[in-house]
């Protein structure tokens, strides 16, 4: 895995988290309530860009 910038914004009750691979510029965002932990928050969105990653190699 290459390096991965998150980017969080908070909206009232929701925030929404970005994590972008640096190598590829593939983002994906998640969103979930505010009073989650923003460490579970990073492990969903980090399983979700590696599956992104991997359908996108399995294309090429």
């Known amino acids: ?5 998150f980017e969080a914004k908070r909206t009232g009750n929701i ?3 970005v994590a972008m691979d640096t190598q590829t510029l593939t983002e994906v965002v998640v969103q979930g309530p ?17 599956y992104v990653l991997k359908k996108k190699s399995e294309k090429s």
Request: charged fraction near 30%; aromatic fraction near 0%.
């Open 1 to 5: 895995m290459h390096e991965v910038i």
């Open 15 to 17: 925030i929404r988290l």
């Open 34 to 50: 505010a009073n989650v932990r923003m460490q579970d928050l990073e492990q969903l969105a980090l399983k979700k860009l590696e």
